[in-house]
């Protein structure tokens, strides 16, 4: 009986933990949910600015446009991670103070 309830025990503990974990899609899954949106340039393109800004921000993206190059560099920072990180001095500090 005991090892019975053990193995049940088990068991859920395992379903309940596959639950938890996050699906990983496919490239064939992703491709088909950015074609579900429909024609998305055509929306962001005629989308207020201070929307795109609020909604580039959500979702971690950042747009720096370089004029003398006519380039827009694009960088993502995923889910959970720091949007900026500090571009002070990398060196410890040291004890004797100089």
Do not use: W
């Amino acid at each position: 009986m005991i090892a019975g309830r053990g193995s049940r025990d088990r068991l859920s503990a395992e379903r309940a933990l596959a639950e938890a974990q996050p699906s990983v899609a496919t490239p064939a899954e992703i491709r088909s949910l950015i074609e579900s949106l429909g024609d998305m340039t055509s929306v962001l393109d005629n989308a207020d600015p201070h929307l795109k800004t609020a909604l580039y921000d959500d979702l971690g993206v950042r747009l720096t446009y370089r004029p003398d190059k006519e380039l827009v560099s694009v960088e993502a920072a995923p889910f959970g991670r720091p949007k900026y990180v500090s571009e002070g001095g990398l060196e410890p500090p040291r004890p004797c103070g100089y």
